[in-house]
């Protein structure tokens, strides 16, 4: 320990040296120091491009071109999608406009909230049941039922290939380290990637339409699958292996009959992850044509007719609470060995709940789709609102807002866009070197030169800002309440249900309140980004106090500290490593939100990767995409190692 | 190292000969070194650990046989190198004059199915089954058609105690209803060699005992070769006709309780069985007088002074010596006696 700490004290002078040093000479040398000339940044996204291009046009193997694979693959996965579409949101239909007919209705909405109820009734009971009957009404009553089920047949669909994918992915890296590895590796990036870089490939391969939005969800949806299922497969005890060997198991008896059902608890957390993450995916696919909710919020932000947007917003609220409920009580009854809710009458019930309205719609429309003129909608109430606000508040809002930029955020990211790049890489990597060695310095220097050379310095440094500040906002609001409620055993439950909710809902959501508010710009997108990050600052406030071991805590009391001494001497030091990953964990919601702020009109990476998109720029969009992992990697290269040094000294970190 | 033979002069039905096995990272180096160069010192010079070495030892049909030894002595790996779970390094194993050791995957799966059973330490119970369901997979494993395999699995079911519970899942039952599942499973398939590793070690005493007694009354009814690891001292005594001692890796004795108390080999040995009551492993065959009689009544010969304590207290001066419904020699009371009192 010793010699370790000489050696950070030692670097520490050297590196304040090195700084000085490089002041100096981004004061003195030549300007590119400063600011990278435009001849040595490297043309990646071209070549990102045309190799893209290339490979989605021309590229063939064994004669048979790429671009046909990708084309029938298309077409392949569009074929559940219509039966999908067909059974829960369209009915069959033949032809379009005035000669469009129906053949066949859809499931009635009916039928389908009370299969749904029921089945959150047998899985939990009546809270549920109701909790899936107010959602159903809802989307019934504002006439929103059709955008949602064709929002859930790309999420069924989405999950369903992601589980398989997953399983199969995950059970191939459970069996080879070497998969593991690899898999492992492309993993992490694909985590850190921000969600619309993986619209642009599939929009270039796959084309405009749900079947791009399909395998872009299910690519962004597969990681954590993937992970949980190694993870879970892990968990099975080695002596339930040998049992599966000594009776004399076949392979495929061992994963069907032994391994599967034994890692389910934990399979199933895992599908809870991925059909949530494929809901918030799928609205945002709705950009590259998926339709559903996602598309009637973003055409109500354009319209910047926020009544219907928050409406449209709610209704994705209401599905993903329901999905959410659902598959987490699953899991839970998986883990609790609950078993048996399930009847053979029970299937029978849900089957005559989705036929017999079903086959009465055909005599009353209504119970297929909700008449247009017995719709509610609550759109110029908030309309109203919000002008309302605006007309009395205007004042004041305007006031923060104003103050917010001129005296904080423009100056922030002025001063971060003069900083000479030299600079800001030494000082990283003099970071990286103190807080994890040289690999982490190396790390993070490559990380940032890549950000460097491909031209994205300026837009990177703005991006850092919005980040920076919206994480510091996070976590100054975030960390002091989660170690407040850490002391309140009554209020643990109910905050970690409100933060469970918050976490469900798609980022898309989060962006709604804030522009109604404060309109397009860098304050509604932060307001944005630290009510979407704020949830984890709170919660791994929350786990870092309440794991401080209590015997430490009465060893404090028993030599006489005060609350605050104990507080600053004893619980803040054991819950320091869960803090710092509590700081990481913020930090990665922060820059996936950051993105999505994109489209309330920031000007930054996010703001690159969403125009790229919009003019179908396959390069640019690609390596603005990239500068973000990059820029999320280096943040959780410094803070891990962060965590770990604190952990060396304090013990391990709770989550 | 008094008695590598199996005891009772039954025929032999495991026969292990020179069982070595080696972890690390280069355990192949192991078979390169020359026959006198394997020990301890050399191996970790190489950086091998061996968790079981040289070990020979030969388990009689019926046999009931107790492998001992402190946490990390190499209980569990040897008993896995009897199944092959784990594979020996080096070594013979023959069940029935056959060795396992050559046997092609097949062979060895019917060997497993067909006729080894093993109960673990944590249960191993599948927590998506029923209690019929876990009785009967072994069976349906083996492609049994269901209502046959539950039929057998209920018969088992009831001989562990547990009828009325079949149609509980794991997660309802108590840890040592769960060890009587895991109990009736190892045995659906009616298997000749059973495996038991440490199996009640993770249940509260008054359970353990309960449990040891519903393994004898099984190995009454249906005599089985049983292999048991254990730590139990207590135990070992109680189900094993004979117990290997083990110490890092190698086995430092093998005999009856009563061997191993009066006559241990190593120091290690006399440490380990200090605690052990002479009178409850000393047999009346082994400190009676040798001479055939008349009488038909007495102690048997079989008994442990401890079991016949109570005719002890009774009687005045010998007491003649049953086996089977002769009389073979006369116990002399005072000798029995001294047992009781003197600890070795
Ligand atoms: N897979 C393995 N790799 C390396 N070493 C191992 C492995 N399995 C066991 N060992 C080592 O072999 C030795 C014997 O282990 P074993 O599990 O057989 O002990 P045991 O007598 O059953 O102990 P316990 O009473 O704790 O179950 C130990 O030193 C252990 O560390
Ligand atoms: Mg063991």
């Given at each position: 320990m010793v010699p370790k700490d000489v050696a950070g004290r030692y670097s520490l002078w050297t590196g304040l040296a090195v700084t000085l040093a490089i002041l100096a000479t981004s004061l003195l040398a030549p300007a590119s120091f400063a600011q990278l000339s435009d001849k040595a940044i490297l043309p990646i996204s071209d070549w990102v491009g045309s190799g893209m291009n290339w490979f989605a046009r021309d590229a063939a193997i064994f004669g048979v071109k790429i671009a046909d694979i990708t084309r029938a693959l298309a077409s392949a996965a569009q074929m559940p999608i219509d039966w999908l579409k067909f059974i829960l949101a369209d009915g069959w239909v033949k032809g379009a406009g005035f000669n469009k007919v129906q053949l066949a209705p859809p499931l009635s909405w009916l039928g389908v909230i009370l299969a749904a109820a029921l089945v959150g009734f047998r899985l939990s009971g009546r809270g549920l049941a109701i909790l899936t009957l107010l959602a159903g009404a809802y989307l019934v009553f504002f006439g929103l039922w059709a955008s949602a089920m064709t929002t859930l047949a790309s999420v069924v669909i989405c999950v369903v290939a992601a589980l398989v994918l997953g399983l199969a992915m995950g059970f191939w890296a459970y069996r080879s380290v070497r998969a593991e590895m690899w898999l492992r590796a492309i993993m992490n990036v694909m985590q850190t990637?921000?969600?619309?870089?993986?619209?642009l490939p599939t929009l270039l391969l796959f084309g405009y339409g749900p079947s791009a939005a399909l395998f872009a969800t299910v690519v962004y949806a597969l990681p954590p699958m993937v992970h949980a299922t190694v993870l879970a497969l892990r968990s099975v005890p080695s002596e339930t292996l040998e049992l599966a060997r000594m009776t004399g198991c076949s392979r495929a008896q061992t994963l069907w009959k032994v391994e599967l059902p034994v890692a389910a608890p934990r399979l199933a957390i895992g599908l809870n992850q991925v059909v949530m993450m494929t809901l918030n995916m799928v609205i945002i696919a709705s950009m590259i044509g998926a339709g559903g909710l996602g598309y009637d919020v973003l055409r109500a932000l354009r319209r910047l007719d926020f009544g219907a947007g928050f409406e449209a917003g709610m209704g994705i609220v209401a599905l993903a609470v329901v999905l959410d409920r659902l598959t987490q009580v699953a899991a839970h009854n998986q883990s609790t060995g609950r078993?048996?809710?399930?009847s053979r009458r029970d299937t029978l019930v849900a089957v005559l709940l989705l036929l017999v309205p079903t086959l009465a719609s055909l005599a009353l429309p209504a119970l297929s789709a909700w008449p247009a003129n017995w719709t509610l909608t609550t759109a110029p109430f908030w309309n109203g609102a919000v002008s309302l606000i605006n007309q009395n508040f205007y004042e004041p809002l305007e006031a923060i807002r104003t103050a917010m930029l001129l005296g904080v955020m423009n100056p922030m990211r002025n001063l971060l866009q003069a900083a000479p790049w030299s600079l800001v890489i030494a000082l990283l990597a003099l970071a990286g070197y103190t807080l994890g060695g040289f690999r982490t310095a190396l790390t993070v220097v490559l990380l940032m030169l890549f950000v460097l050379i491909s031209g994205y310095w300026q837009a990177a440094m703005s991006s850092v800002y919005l980040m920076v500040l919206s994480v510091a906002l996070a976590l100054a609001i975030g960390l002091p309440f989660g170690i407040w409620v850490s002391g309140h055993a009554r209020l643990h439950h109910p905050v970690q249900l409100a933060l469970d909710t918050l976490q469900t809902l798609p980022t898309l959501v989060y962006l709604l309140p804030a522009v109604m508010l404060f309109r397009n710009g860098d304050f509604s997108a932060l307001i944005a980004i630290v009510s979407y990050a704020v949830a984890p600052a709170v919660r791994y406030g929350m786990a870092g106090m309440t794991h401080v071991p209590s015997e430490r805590i009465e060893a404090a009391l028993m030599s006489g500290c005060t609350p605050w001494q104990s507080f600053r001497f004893v619980r803040l030091p054991a819950a320091l490593p869960t803090l710092i990953l509590g700081v990481n964990q913020t930090v990665m919601m922060a820059l996936s939100m950051l993105v999505i702020a994109a489209l309330v009109g920031t000007r930054e990476l996010g703001q690159e990767v969403y125009t790229s998109l919009a003019r179908g720029e396959t390069g640019p969009g690609i390596v603005a995409g990239l500068c973000v992992a990059a820029i999320a990697l280096v943040a959780d290269a410094l803070l891990k190692s962060g965590a770990q040094r604190a952990a060396r000294h304090e013990g391990e970190a709770h989550v | 190292m008094s008695d590598i033979g199996t005891g009772r002069?039954?025929?032999?039905?495991i026969d292990a000969k020179g069982i070595w096995k080696v972890f690390g990272r280069d355990a192949g180096a192991f078979n390169r070194l020359p026959l006198q160069a394997r020990t301890p010192e050399t191996l970790m010079a190489v950086g091998?650990?061996?968790?079981?070495?040289d070990a020979t030892f030969q388990i009689g049909r019926g046999e009931v046989f107790a492998i001992m030894g402190l946490s990390g002595s190499g209980k569990s790996t040897l008993l896995r190198c009897l199944t092959r779970l784990i594979e020996p390094t080096a070594g013979e194993i023959a069940f029935n004059g056959r060795d396992i050791l050559k046997l092609g995957d097949k062979e060895l799966v019917d060997l497993r199915r067909q006729r080894m059973g093993m109960v673990f330490q944590h249960f191993a119970l599948l927590p998506n089954r029923t209690v019929v369901g876990n009785v009967a997979f072994p069976l349906e494993v083996q492609g049994m058609p269901r209502v046959e395999a539950e039929r057998r699995a209920m018969e088992l079911i009831e001989t562990v105690g547990l009828k009325g519970r079949e149609t509980r899942f794991p997660a309802q039952l108590s840890g040592g209803q769960q060890q009587r599942v895991g109990i009736a499973r190892s045995l659906t398939t009616n298997p000749e060699f059973w495996f038991l590793d440490e199996p009640f070690s993770a249940l509260d005493p008054l359970i353990r005992a309960d449990l040891q007694a519903e393994v004898l009354r099984l190995q009454q009814t249906q005599t089985r070769t049983v292999i048991f690891v254990t730590h139990d001292l207590d135990e070992a005594i109680r189900l094993a006709d004979r117990i290997a001692i083990m110490e890092a890796g190698r086995i430092i004795q093998i005999g009856t309780p009563e061997e191993l108390v009066t006559q241990p080999a190593t120091d290690y040995v006399r440490r380990f069985v200090a605690k052990v009551p002479p009178a409850r492993v000393v047999r009346v065959a082994s400190i009676m007088t040798v001479e055939p009689g008349p009488a038909t009544a007495g102690v048997n010969a079989d008994a442990t002074i401890a079991d016949i304590a109570p005719q002890l207290v009774a009687a005045e001066g010998r007491l003649p010596v049953i086996d089977g419904a002769r009389q073979v020699g006369w116990l002399d009371r005072s000798a029995a006696l001294a047992t009781l009192a003197v600890r070795i």
């Amino acid at each position: 320990m010793v010699p370790k700490d000489v050696a950070g004290r030692y670097s520490l002078w050297t590196g304040l040296a090195v700084t000085l040093a490089i002041l100096a000479t981004s004061l003195l040398a030549p300007a590119s120091f400063a600011q990278l000339s435009d001849k040595a940044i490297l043309p990646i996204s071209d070549w990102v491009g045309s190799g893209m291009n290339w490979f989605a046009r021309d590229a063939a193997i064994f004669g048979v071109k790429i671009a046909d694979i990708t084309r029938a693959l298309a077409s392949a996965a569009q074929m559940p999608i219509d039966w999908l579409k067909f059974i829960l949101a369209d009915g069959w239909v033949k032809g379009a406009g005035f000669n469009k007919v129906q053949l066949a209705p859809p499931l009635s909405w009916l039928g389908v909230i009370l299969a749904a109820a029921l089945v959150g009734f047998r899985l939990s009971g009546r809270g549920l049941a109701i909790l899936t009957l107010l959602a159903g009404a809802y989307l019934v009553f504002f006439g929103l039922w059709a955008s949602a089920m064709t929002t859930l047949a790309s999420v069924v669909i989405c999950v369903v290939a992601a589980l398989v994918l997953g399983l199969a992915m995950g059970f191939w890296a459970y069996r080879s380290v070497r998969a593991e590895m690899w898999l492992r590796a492309i993993m992490n990036v694909m985590q850190t990637v921000p969600i619309f870089s993986y619209l642009l490939p599939t929009l270039l391969l796959f084309g405009y339409g749900p079947s791009a939005a399909l395998f872009a969800t299910v690519v962004y949806a597969l990681p954590p699958m993937v992970h949980a299922t190694v993870l879970a497969l892990r968990s099975v005890p080695s002596e339930t292996l040998e049992l599966a060997r000594m009776t004399g198991c076949s392979r495929a008896q061992t994963l069907w009959k032994v391994e599967l059902p034994v890692a389910a608890p934990r399979l199933a957390i895992g599908l809870n992850q991925v059909v949530m993450m494929t809901l918030n995916m799928v609205i945002i696919a709705s950009m590259i044509g998926a339709g559903g909710l996602g598309y009637d919020v973003l055409r109500a932000l354009r319209r910047l007719d926020f009544g219907a947007g928050f409406e449209a917003g709610m209704g994705i609220v209401a599905l993903a609470v329901v999905l959410d409920r659902l598959t987490q009580v699953a899991a839970h009854n998986q883990s609790t060995g609950r078993q048996g809710l399930w009847s053979r009458r029970d299937t029978l019930v849900a089957v005559l709940l989705l036929l017999v309205p079903t086959l009465a719609s055909l005599a009353l429309p209504a119970l297929s789709a909700w008449p247009a003129n017995w719709t509610l909608t609550t759109a110029p109430f908030w309309n109203g609102a919000v002008s309302l606000i605006n007309q009395n508040f205007y004042e004041p809002l305007e006031a923060i807002r104003t103050a917010m930029l001129l005296g904080v955020m423009n100056p922030m990211r002025n001063l971060l866009q003069a900083a000479p790049w030299s600079l800001v890489i030494a000082l990283l990597a003099l970071a990286g070197y103190t807080l994890g060695g040289f690999r982490t310095a190396l790390t993070v220097v490559l990380l940032m030169l890549f950000v460097l050379i491909s031209g994205y310095w300026q837009a990177a440094m703005s991006s850092v800002y919005l980040m920076v500040l919206s994480v510091a906002l996070a976590l100054a609001i975030g960390l002091p309440f989660g170690i407040w409620v850490s002391g309140h055993a009554r209020l643990h439950h109910p905050v970690q249900l409100a933060l469970d909710t918050l976490q469900t809902l798609p980022t898309l959501v989060y962006l709604l309140p804030a522009v109604m508010l404060f309109r397009n710009g860098d304050f509604s997108a932060l307001i944005a980004i630290v009510s979407y990050a704020v949830a984890p600052a709170v919660r791994y406030g929350m786990a870092g106090m309440t794991h401080v071991p209590s015997e430490r805590i009465e060893a404090a009391l028993m030599s006489g500290c005060t609350p605050w001494q104990s507080f600053r001497f004893v619980r803040l030091p054991a819950a320091l490593p869960t803090l710092i990953l509590g700081v990481n964990q913020t930090v990665m919601m922060a820059l996936s939100m950051l993105v999505i702020a994109a489209l309330v009109g920031t000007r930054e990476l996010g703001q690159e990767v969403y125009t790229s998109l919009a003019r179908g720029e396959t390069g640019p969009g690609i390596v603005a995409g990239l500068c973000v992992a990059a820029i999320a990697l280096v943040a959780d290269a410094l803070l891990k190692s962060g965590a770990q040094r604190a952990a060396r000294h304090e013990g391990e970190a709770h989550v | 190292m008094s008695d590598i033979g199996t005891g009772r002069g039954a025929p032999t039905a495991i026969d292990a000969k020179g069982i070595w096995k080696v972890f690390g990272r280069d355990a192949g180096a192991f078979n390169r070194l020359p026959l006198q160069a394997r020990t301890p010192e050399t191996l970790m010079a190489v950086g091998l650990v061996g968790a079981v070495q040289d070990a020979t030892f030969q388990i009689g049909r019926g046999e009931v046989f107790a492998i001992m030894g402190l946490s990390g002595s190499g209980k569990s790996t040897l008993l896995r190198c009897l199944t092959r779970l784990i594979e020996p390094t080096a070594g013979e194993i023959a069940f029935n004059g056959r060795d396992i050791l050559k046997l092609g995957d097949k062979e060895l799966v019917d060997l497993r199915r067909q006729r080894m059973g093993m109960v673990f330490q944590h249960f191993a119970l599948l927590p998506n089954r029923t209690v019929v369901g876990n009785v009967a997979f072994p069976l349906e494993v083996q492609g049994m058609p269901r209502v046959e395999a539950e039929r057998r699995a209920m018969e088992l079911i009831e001989t562990v105690g547990l009828k009325g519970r079949e149609t509980r899942f794991p997660a309802q039952l108590s840890g040592g209803q769960q060890q009587r599942v895991g109990i009736a499973r190892s045995l659906t398939t009616n298997p000749e060699f059973w495996f038991l590793d440490e199996p009640f070690s993770a249940l509260d005493p008054l359970i353990r005992a309960d449990l040891q007694a519903e393994v004898l009354r099984l190995q009454q009814t249906q005599t089985r070769t049983v292999i048991f690891v254990t730590h139990d001292l207590d135990e070992a005594i109680r189900l094993a006709d004979r117990i290997a001692i083990m110490e890092a890796g190698r086995i430092i004795q093998i005999g009856t309780p009563e061997e191993l108390v009066t006559q241990p080999a190593t120091d290690y040995v006399r440490r380990f069985v200090a605690k052990v009551p002479p009178a409850r492993v000393v047999r009346v065959a082994s400190i009676m007088t040798v001479e055939p009689g008349p009488a038909t009544a007495g102690v048997n010969a079989d008994a442990t002074i401890a079991d016949i304590a109570p005719q002890l207290v009774a009687a005045e001066g010998r007491l003649p010596v049953i086996d089977g419904a002769r009389q073979v020699g006369w116990l002399d009371r005072s000798a029995a006696l001294a047992t009781l009192a003197v600890r070795i």
